[in-house]
Nanobody
């Protein structure tokens, strides 16, 4: 399994970015995927997760209403649309594959539930 995150960059406060995570793996459409981020000097935190077919999503309170997760199973890709960006959104963003086929919103925010991680893409929001 390989996950390649891209789309990060420098954006002004209030701007938007779309992150992509291309997965090289079998049965991509069977697994939930998630996005996490790690700001400088901070621990990695959960952002969002999406189930196998996109019918169920979960978001951290800090991004709810501003970020949207989606996926294209035909392209083996998961996306994170980020709007109304704030300086506190500055971080390295990671995509990850859920360890199990069964998706539970109750535990989707736990790092231990994910077994493969992308290399991260840096998002910098200037004030």
């Amino acid at each position: 399994v390989q996950l390649q995150a891209s789309g990060g960059g420098l954006v002004q406060t209030g701007g938007s970015l779309i992150l992509s995570c291309a997965a090289s793996m079998d049965a991509f459409s069977s697994y939930a995927m998630g996005w996490f981020r790690q700001a400088p000097g901070e621990e990695r935190e959960f952002i969002s997760a999406i189930n196998f077919d996109g019918s169920s999503t979960v978001y951290a309170d800090s991004v709810k209403g501003r970020f949207t997760i989606s996926r294209d199973n035909a392209a083996n890709t998961v996306y994170l649309q980020m709007n109304s960006l704030k300086p506190e959104d500055t971080a390295v963003y990671y995509c990850a594959k859920l360890r199990r086929v069964i998706f539970s919103a109750r535990v989707a925010d736990k790092e231990v539930m994910y077994d493969y991680w992308g290399q991260g893409t840096l998002v910098t929001v200037s004030s």
